[in-house]
């Protein structure tokens, strides 16, 4: 059964430093993966996908199919970082997206 | 200009009411979607048409019906709330199915 999973429930680190955001994933087909960012008070958002490789707002995440992972870093932390983060994996042909439980990340200054 | 617009942002209502939360989009998708995010912020996919045809429905209870009455709208009807419906629900649209998919700004229905 397809399954993304985030370990991590909360994530505080300190401005400036450097950000992990943990995705593993469970898919038997090939994966398209997705990470999305909610501010507060704010809509879902989509923030990169794996397909396009890009870094958008100073993130960037590989997806590393031998360790079925898709990992959200940054090298240096902002305060506006502060959202949750939720990373979606597609259903190819099913036309869904299966979320993990997301991550709320805590820049503190 | 919204892309995906839900309306009531807001929604308190008694167990056993039924009521209705309205999405639209204007971004020409094809596909549009209903999640679910409880209390714990997990999200979870309830249904997904496809050009007005529903494609996905994600064991919801029948007390939920959607409605899609042209490409650009998605309807959610509950019928006899329970305090469990309490939830965030989200509207979202895509083209194409598994592409981007963008997001209304969610509509808060507490039961009580």
């Known amino acids: 059964a397809q399954r993304v999973t985030q370990p991590e429930k909360l994530l505080s680190v300190f401005k400036g430093a450097p950000v992990e955001l943990k995705c593993n994933y469970s898919?038997?087909?090939?994966?398209?993966l997705f990470w999305y960012v909610q501010y507060s008070r704010q809509r879902l958002q989509l923030l990169l996908r794996h397909i396009s490789r890009e870094s958008i707002k100073g993130f960037t995440a590989d997806l590393n199919k031998g360790e079925t992972s898709f990992h959200l870093k940054k090298p240096f932390a902002q305060e506006e970082d502060s959202a949750m983060y939720y990373c979606a994996l597609a259903i190819q042909g099913a036309q869904k997206l299966v979320f993990g439980q997301g991550t709320r990340l805590t820049i503190n200054p | 200009d919204t892309a995906v617009s839900q309306t009531p942002k807001y929604l308190v209502t008694q167990m056993g009411n039924d009521k209705s939360i309205k999405c639209e989009q204007n971004?020409?998708?094809?596909?549009m979607y209903w999640y679910k995010q409880d209390s714990k912020k997990f999200l979870k996919i309830m249904f997904s048409?496809?050009?007005?045809?529903?494609?996905i429905n994600e064991t919801v209870p029948n007390r939920f019906s959607p409605k899609s009455p042209d490409k650009a709208h998605l309807n959610l009807h509950i019928n006899s709330l329970e305090l469990g419906d309490s939830a965030v629900y989200f509207c979202?649209?895509?083209?194409?199915?598994?592409?981007?998919?963008?997001f209304g700004q969610g509509t808060r229905l507490t039961v009580v």
């Open positions: 898919y038997s087909g090939s994966p398209e």
């Open positions: 048409y496809n050009n007005k045809e529903l494609i």
């Open positions: 971004l020409g998708h094809d596909t």
């Open positions: 979202a649209s895509s083209q194409g199915g598994t592409a981007e998919a963008f």
